[in-house]
């Protein structure tokens, strides 16, 4: 009876966390397209501006690991209102600010609360399903990811068509309806009490910041500065007991690996969310709703598509997942090089493409990951994935900015005739030659082993 009791609570929990899945992923996405808008409305180059996002993904990638490790010491749902508290009061401070630090500070505490919901996310299925139930659970989870990606650049484009950017900020207000549901079913649960490594996770989270800073502004100081810092970090982790990030994950070299190829990857792929937008404004000269519009098509497609490709990985393996994304991402990026100036409509169609792969990507080498990990790693392991998931995203999103700004006046592309968007057709060709030098190691370092294993079998 307690069991069917909790796992009724379980579900009314997970609809919720859909609901609010959905808003924190749009919020996530919505500023991009109005990326333009706000450098103009501040005078900003493309690596300040840049900043909106790389502060956002920074903070949360770092804070999913925090939250997760307080949840061992706090009630859930203590930590969840404080987090969705600050979201709002973030939320508040964007909607009026009239510069860019406030637009920051903003953003900043949006991030700072938002962090604690994929926290929420992997927490209660845990809590509230038996094992063989949470994989629907997480489902639950994923699909609201999906309609919040798909969701956030319909809403950015109807609102930024009829008002303000600043309005945006309104969109995550809505997250505080859910609080009083997440009070009544959350319970009293806390984990095994554990000390959280507040040096550690300070020495990274000023690494990173510094790291960036040194690539968006060019100054060498911050980079050496920030090298410095992370070797204090990696003397840390070595010699705490309770570590921010256990050093003894690395020394599981299939682990390590295929972390860094999904590191890799994913500040890759997040240039289809950061440079796509900055296309279709400098180039194709769209406003920021029509950006928004000519985004749909592919975040509906990959959250309808989603699905398959994890069903996908199921009856074939990953590695064959894998090669159907690399499949689609190589043509979208040599696309995106070869036709800049192209009619948006076709921009629109090569996008399919690239988030169709880059979400199987994700789904292969999460499940890749996964495989890779003892049980008891299991937790930590992908908490350090989801972190370096979206540190590559803010990483990534500075480095971009600072080579749109830098500019290129050589085309390395021939096969590009158009006059505008050079800088943009050098970027997507480098990308795709990047993808096809990782495509090459994943097949020689995993791709045959398994053939050769198959073999052996037969």
């Not at 207000?173 to 009490?193: A, C, E, W």
């Not at 043509?331 to 800049?340: D, E, G, M």
């Not at 096969?415 to 096809?436: D, E, W």
Request: charged share 10%.
């Amino acid at each position: 009876m307690e069991k069917e009791l909790s796992q009724q609570i379980g579900k009314k929990l997970m609809r919720i966390l859909m609901f609010t899945l959905i808003l924190s992923a749009m919020s996530v996405l919505m500023f991009n397209f109005v990326l333009p808008e706000i450098s103009k409305a501040f005078e900003l180059t493309t690596a300040q501006v840049s900043w909106v996002t790389s502060s956002y993904t920074l903070i949360y990638g770092i804070g999913t690991v925090i939250y997760g490790k307080l949840a061992d010491r706090y009630k859930l749902k203590n930590l969840l209102t404080f987090g969705l508290l600050f979201f709002a009061v973030g939320s508040l401070i964007g909607l009026a600010s009239q510069t860019y630090w406030m637009l920051l500070v903003g953003r900043c505490l949006q991030a700072v609360g938002a962090a604690a919901i994929p926290a929420t996310a992997m927490i209660i299925p845990l809590r509230y399903f038996p094992p063989e139930e949470r994989g629907s659970a997480l489902g639950t989870a994923f699909v609201g990811l999906a309609i919040g990606s798909a969701l956030g650049p319909v809403i950015s484009a109807l609102i930024v068509s009829v008002a303000h950017w600043r309005w945006l900020f309104c969109i995550p207000l809505f997250i505080l309806f859910t609080l009083p549901f997440y009070r009544k079913n959350l319970g009293d649960d806390q984990g095994d009490s554990g000390k959280l490594d507040w040096v550690g996770g300070g020495f990274l989270a000023t690494a990173l910041t510094l790291l960036l800073l040194g690539v968006t502004s060019g100054t060498w100081w911050f980079i050496i500065t920030a090298i410095l810092i992370l070797a204090l970090f990696i003397i840390r982790i070595c010699s705490v007991t309770e570590p921010f990030v256990q050093p003894k994950l690395f020394t599981n070299k299939s682990y390590t690996l295929r972390l860094t190829i999904t590191f890799l990857i994913s500040g890759i792929g997040f240039s289809l969310y950061f440079l796509s937008p900055l296309l279709l404004a400098d180039v194709q000269q769209l406003s920021p709703s029509w950006t928004g519009f000519a985004m749909v098509p592919a975040a509906v497609a990959s959250a309808i598509l989603g699905r398959k490709g994890g069903k996908l990985a199921d009856l074939k393996g990953n590695s064959y997942l894998y090669y159907v994304a690399s499949g689609l991402l190589l043509p979208c990026f040599i696309l995106l090089s070869t036709f800049t100036g192209i009619s948006p409509v076709f921009i629109a169609i090569f996008l399919i493409f690239g988030h169709v792969g880059q979400t199987f990507m994700m789904i292969a080498m999460s499940n890749s990951v996964s495989m890779t990990l003892p049980k008891e790693q299991a937790g930590v392991g992908m908490g350090l994935l989801s972190m370096l998931n979206f540190i590559a995203g803010g990483m990534a999103s500075g480095v971009y900015g600072k080579v749109v700004d830098l500019g290129s006046n050589d085309r390395w592309n021939p096969a590009n005739i158009y006059p505008n968007g050079i800088i943009y057709s050098n970027i997507f060709l480098v990308l795709a030659t990047l993808h096809v030098g990782i495509l090459l190691f994943y097949y020689f370092q995993f791709g045959r082993a398994k053939r050769k294993s198959i073999k052996l079998e037969g």
